[in-house]
């Protein structure tokens, strides 16, 4: 049987690359529980210190496969509450949970839960030719694995709705000057930019960057008082870190600093 997720951990950074592209890696039952298990491993080993996520193929991800959702087959109505808290709530909340940086290499179209697993990511590149598409209202579903969230705190409720009600696609230079994204990038330099970013963050001070993600998630629901008390706590943890103590010293004697994630 094939990896419904390939997995390679290679420098610090763990590749996960969902691998069902004759589907456009829509997510079966064994996808979801291999794309879980590999951010459980970010969480748990040390060695992880960023995670590169992307998919095979012509798609990024086409959301639930629908061919196990078929209701031409008879029997009850499916519990699709059950199915999100089961299946994708868990590898939404590890993804935003992991306190190392998590890359998002969108090659193709994201569609559905498959759109909005991206936009959960931390850095997110889409290959020009990609298209992200709120795709539940075309099949009277409602924005799912966050996406009712991300979408309206990153572009507010006037494109947040129109984008869920209409499941127009956006492209990737759309997303990208919305603010949706991070970058986008020529179809054939996406891997490359992606690897490449992906190496360099996981060389760098592990620690501090997974505080920063702590703090920048929790800036939107923080006020400005919670804010500063939070940043006094993670600065103290921070400069507790090997990391800081390396990156003043090789400051100082004007070297490039060799962090080791510590
Ligand atoms: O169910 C629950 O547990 C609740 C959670 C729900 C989460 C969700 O994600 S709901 C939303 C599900 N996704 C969709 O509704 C998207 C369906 N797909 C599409 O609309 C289109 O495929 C795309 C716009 C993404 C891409 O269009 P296009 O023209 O580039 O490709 P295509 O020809 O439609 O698809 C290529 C193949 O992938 C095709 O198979 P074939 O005919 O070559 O054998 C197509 O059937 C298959 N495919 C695409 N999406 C899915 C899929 N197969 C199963 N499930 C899919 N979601």
Redesign the pocket.
Known sequence: MTDTVLVDLADGVLTLTLNRP???N??NEAMHLALRAGFQRAHDDAEVRAVLLTGTG??F?????????DPRKGGPA?D?GA??ET??NPTLRLIRSLEKPVICAVN?????????IALACDIVLAAQSA?F?Q??A??G?VP??GGSWSLTRILGEPRAKALALTAQ?VSAQQAADWGLIWQAVADDALMDQARALALSLASGPTRGLGLTKRLIQAAATNSLDEQLDMERDCQREAGRSRDYAEGVTAFLEKRPAVFRGE
Do not use: C, E, H, W
């Open positions: 004759d589907k456009l829509s997510f012509r798609g991800s086409a959301g639930q496969d629908l061919g196990d959702r499916p699709l199915t999100l299946f994708y193709g179209v994201a569609a559905g839960a498959g759109a909005n298209r598409i795709a539940f075309k099949i579903l799912d694995a696609p």
